[in-house]
């Protein structure tokens, strides 16, 4: 039995030092040939694939800043097993622009395209970092990777359980929605690498004891810009507070911020930053086609569902505005069974349903409606094929960072995205920033209408009616509290149309709009009708934007046709500057059902119309004229009214009157009873003070006399009996019987003549 003990032990010892020497290598080749300071090395040639690699006969390193593979780079063999076990063997640009400056433990600035293999970017360095430095439990939490989403955070995870498989490290997954903090907090504290959401890492910082981070090395900020934006800064600023300043920070996002406040708050020391698609053509992925149609509000619901008919054999993810919306759609569409699995996620939901949710749509072809909760991050596994963005996002980057879940690393995608026609700005801005979006439109012909067979839902449904509320209210004020007017404005919206779309039979009341709308009706006060040609109008300026077709593309989307598709290889193709006459009815409005009366006709009065000629009677049956009658009628109300208000006059007089006799009688009440309260104050401290002084007499008489003496007067008073009469006054002494020295019989006899006398 001691022979294998000892065996362990050497084999412990063995591996220790071999692990030594391996740190001590790495160290001194990443010192010695660390690249420059600001240097890309991107730029620099890339060294040949059968070049020697680590320590070089002459004792010298080989350059690692060129690398294209990750067996190129001073890692520690674990970090390479685990890269090789998951696949990983070439690096993206990315990965090559950073990792050269981030092993020396610079701060990082890295800003890529999505789907560009940021996660790996700082998960390597990372695990190198507490490696190089030993980090065992008893050392604690080494590093902190933030996410802002759930989902992003279990993602992050899942890779550093992958790459960091064969290291020792202990890591932990904390994010919100989860019942097990107690047992969070009882290991948090042996946890070496924390993949955490903001909310529920300042939770163990301010509830769980001995929680800490004084020895931390690196803070890692995935969508850095998102966890930096105004809805996580109180958050963040409180965790930055407890964290020491002198570590490595690295922040990664597809929109990265160059804020100097922003960098300052996160107290980073000469970052290096890492553009490496800002001299690309494109702010997005080149294999991704992305295209925007102007559908009107009220058809929005109609071209979903047309647009997913068409697609059953594809992954669809569609983006809304808010919770109650996604709902909303989700129970409507899956009553309505449109040949394809269904799934809804949104922030409201149970994390492990979420879970549950996230893993399902990346399994199967589906259709998983989403707010942006799904839009930052997430890498499905396999690719979607369309992105579909039913609502505008609220800027640019939300827009890079929705169509980022498509066309990831080396696959293609597809995007499409519904425009009203008060959001056209959105289309300019996304120009500016790089972002090829080409117009479309589409054929209303193969448009399948859904709004008449929601009505009847929300009859049928219990409940589907509250939801449709909800989802009408959640929407307008999504588009009220956004920051850019230039593309939302809540009062262009075509309000009641759009509440019939839903299949609600009246339009709700919306409180916030009232004040809008009546600030809008005084800016038109002075136009008396309005013009029905403004939607034409708005299609007019469109057209003109939109650029001719050169006659090699068809003019229209035609949804539906499959054997199209396949043959095209896309059935979304530039519209052409043509509009259609604004006094025809197009193929749409012929189909679908009216669902309630429209509004849009106005009430017209005709000054030339002959007066009516009535004529009016009196009580005898003479004939007046009508305006006659009503001037007589006025006076008698106008003598009346005057009674009236003498009347009223003279009734309040009597009640001011009244009231006040009542509040005399009240006060001389008050008086009255504040004077015998008074009162008997007085007589209750006169008798306590009298007791007191009798019982300080008879003290003092006590002390004075003898003890017999005192004993005799203590049985004499208890012995005595006084009687006092009423009718006798107050100076009449009081009749006082010794009841020790009379017997029986006469106190008896003594007893009947004082009750004779009291009649």
């Not at 929605?177 to 107690?182: A, C, F, I, L, M």
């Not at 047992?183 to 070496?192: D, T």
């Not at 958050?235 to 490595?248: D, E, F, G, V, Y």
């Not at 067979?453 to 929300?458: K, N």
Request: hydrophobic content about 35%; proline content about 5%.
């Amino acid at each position: 039995m001691p022979k294998p003990k000892s065996k362990s032990r050497g084999l412990r010892k063995e591996r220790k030092n071999v692990e030594l020497e391996e740190i001590n290598i790495l160290k001194e080749w990443i010192e010695s040939q660390k690249p420059d300071s600001g240097s890309n090395p991107l730029s620099l040639p890339s060294p040949p694939s059968n070049a020697p690699v680590g320590r070089l006969p002459d004792g010298t390193f080989s350059h690692y800043a060129a690398s294209t593979k990750f067996s190129q780079l001073p890692l520690s063999n674990k970090t390479i097993d685990g890269l090789k076990k998951a696949g990983y063997v070439s690096m993206t640009e990315i990965q090559r622009a950073s990792l050269p400056h981030a092993l020396c433990g610079r701060d990082i600035l890295g800003a890529a395209k999505t789907g560009s293999g940021k996660t790996l970017a700082f998960i390597i360095p990372v695990l190198e970092k507490l490696h190089r430095e030993r980090w065992g439990p008893s050392d604690g939490v080494g590093s902190i990777i933030i996410s802002p989403t759930r989902e992003l955070a279990d993602q992050i995870f899942d890779v550093v359980r992958a790459v960091g498989k064969f290291h020792g490290f202990s890591g932990g997954l904390l994010i919100g929605g989860r019942k097990e903090v107690d047992i969070e907090k009882e290991n948090v504290n042996e946890l070496n690498i924390l993949v955490c959401t903001p909310g529920r890492l300042l939770q163990h910082m301010d509830e769980t004891p001995n929680f800490d981070c004084s020895q931390l090395q690196v803070l890692v900020l995935d969508e850095a810009d998102r966890i930096l934006d105004v809805g996580f800064q109180k958050t963040l600023n409180a965790i930055i507070s407890q964290l020491p300043k002198h570590r490595q920070t690295l922040l990664f996002s597809a929109t990265q911020t160059k804020s100097v406040q922003d960098l300052a708050r996160l107290s980073l020391k000469d970052p290096e930053y890492v553009g490496v698609h800002e001299k690309s053509t494109t702010a997005t992925p080149s294999r991704l086609q992305q295209t925007a149609m102007i559908v009107p509000l009220e058809q929005k619901l109609d071209m979903l569902w047309s647009f997913i008919k068409a697609h059953l054999n594809s992954k669809i993810l569609v983006f809304l505005s808010s919770c109650k919306q996604v709902k909303f759609v989700y129970e409507a569409f899956k009553k309505l069974r449109p040949g394809i699995p269904l799934k809804c996620l949104h922030g409201k939901m149970k994390q492990g349903k979420r879970m549950i949710i996230y893993s399902q749509f990346c399994e199967s072809r589906s259709v998983l409606f989403s707010t942006d909760v799904a839009s930052r991050g997430l890498d499905f596994n396999k690719a979607v094929d369309w992105v579909v963005q039913v609502d505008c996002p609220e800027d640019v980057a939300s827009y890079i960072h929705r169509v980022g879940r498509t066309a990831r690393y080396l696959s293609g995608g597809r995007s499409v995205l519904f425009l009203t026609p008060s959001e056209m700005k959105m289309l300019e801005k996304l120009q500016e920033a790089k972002v090829p979006v080409e117009f479309i439109k589409a054929n209303t012909k193969r448009l399948q209408p859904v709004s008449g067979l929601l009505s009847v839902l929300l009859v049928k449904h219990e409940g589907m009616q509250d939801l449709a509320k909800r989802a009408f209210i959640t929407y307008l004020r999504s588009i009220n509290i956004q920051k850019d007017k230039e593309v939302f404005d809540v009062t262009k919206l075509p309000i009641d149309e759009y509440s019939a779309s839903l299949g609600l039979p009246m339009t709700p009341q919306v409180r916030f709009l009232k004040h809008k709308m009546k600030k809008k009706m005084s800016e038109k006060s002075s136009v008396v009708e309005l013009d029905n040609s403004n939607e034409h109008n708005t299609e007019d300026a469109i057209g003109s934007i939109r650029e001719k077709d050169s006659g090699s593309h068809r003019e229209m989307l035609d949804i539906g046709d499959a054997e199209e598709e396949n043959a095209d290889g896309s059935i979304l193709q530039p519209r052409s500057s043509e509009h259609q006459d604004p006094t025809k009815t197009t193929d749409l409005e012929a189909v679908m059902p009216a669902t309630r009366v429209s509004k849009k006709k106005k009430l017209k009065i005709n000054m030339d119309r002959p007066v009516g000629t009535r004529v009016v009677f009196d009580e005898e049956g003479n004939a007046l004229p009508p305006l006659a009658r009503m001037a007589g009628a006025n006076n008698v109300l106008d003598n009346d009214i005057s009674s009236l208000l003498g009347k009223k006059e003279e009734y309040y007089k009597k009640e001011r009157e009244m009231l006040k006799e009542v509040d005399k009688e009240d006060k001389v009440l008050d008086r009255q009873r504040r004077r015998e309260k008074r009162t008997k104050e007085k007589i209750k401290r006169k008798r306590q003070s009298t007791e007191e002084e009798e019982e300080d007499e008879d003290e003092e008489e006590d002390l004075s006399g003898s003890e017999e003496e005192r004993k005799g007067k203590q049985r004499g008073k208890r012995s005595k009996i006084y009687f006092d009469r009423d009718n006798e006054d107050e100076n009449t002494e009081k009749a006082v019987v010794e009841t020790d020295s009379i017997s029986l019989a006469e106190q008896e006899a003594l007893a009947l003549k004082l009750l004779g006398s009291m009649h």
